[in-house]
């Protein structure tokens, strides 16, 4: 669940960038993922600095699943930059209906090719762990799954 009122509170507090870094590292930290094994995460948290009060905020968020917290990190993103950049979130109830009304098998390949915060992406990897038992790896991403660059 989605705890809106304590992340405005660390939104008021706290800068975004920071704020954001500390949602990913509480998060990775919470399910014993390693970024230093990632190149791309091992970059981002190149100059990273903990700060206690912030980790321990964000860590009592709670963050069970990715879909969790690309819900957290789409809510730190000011409305101006949003309008600004013309971003725009699609709910999770509306993927979890396309996803379910699209019923993809077991072995069919999957395209989001305006992929912003890959969020069918991480919606159709639950459809498939829950609907065909099967589980996330480098392999089956990209064997399934492929997303578009919607950027300049």
């Known amino acids: 669940m989605i705890k809106k009122a304590v992340l405005n509170e660390l939104i008021k507090s706290y800068d975004l960038v920071g704020l954001e870094q500390h949602l990913i590292y509480a ?3 919470n399910h014993q993922l390693d970024y230093l094994r990632s190149p791309i995460l091992a970059t ?3 100059n990273f600095l903990q700060n206690p009060a912030l980790f321990f905020d964000t860590s009592s968020l709670e963050i069970e699943t990715i879909k969790e917290l690309e819900n957290y ?3 730190i993103i000011p409305s101006s930059d949003r309008k600004l950049n013309g971003a725009f979130f699609t709910p999770d109830y ?4 396309i996803i379910n009304e699209v019923k993809p ?4 390949k999957n395209l989001d090719p305006s992929c912003g915060c890959g969020a069918f ?3 159709v990897t639950d459809y498939y762990k829950r609907t ?3 589980i996330y790896s480098k392999h089956y991403s990209r064997k399934y799954l ?5 950027g300049v």
């Open 27 to 29: 998060y990775l930290l």
């Open 44 to 46: 981002y948290f190149d």
């Open 73 to 75: 990190l789409e809510l």
């Open 94 to 97: 509306i993927i979890d209906f």
């Open 105 to 108: 098998q077991s072995n069919d």
């Open 121 to 123: 992406l991480v919606g």
């Open 132 to 134: 065909f038992n099967k």
């Open 146 to 150: 492929w997303f578009g660059y919607s």
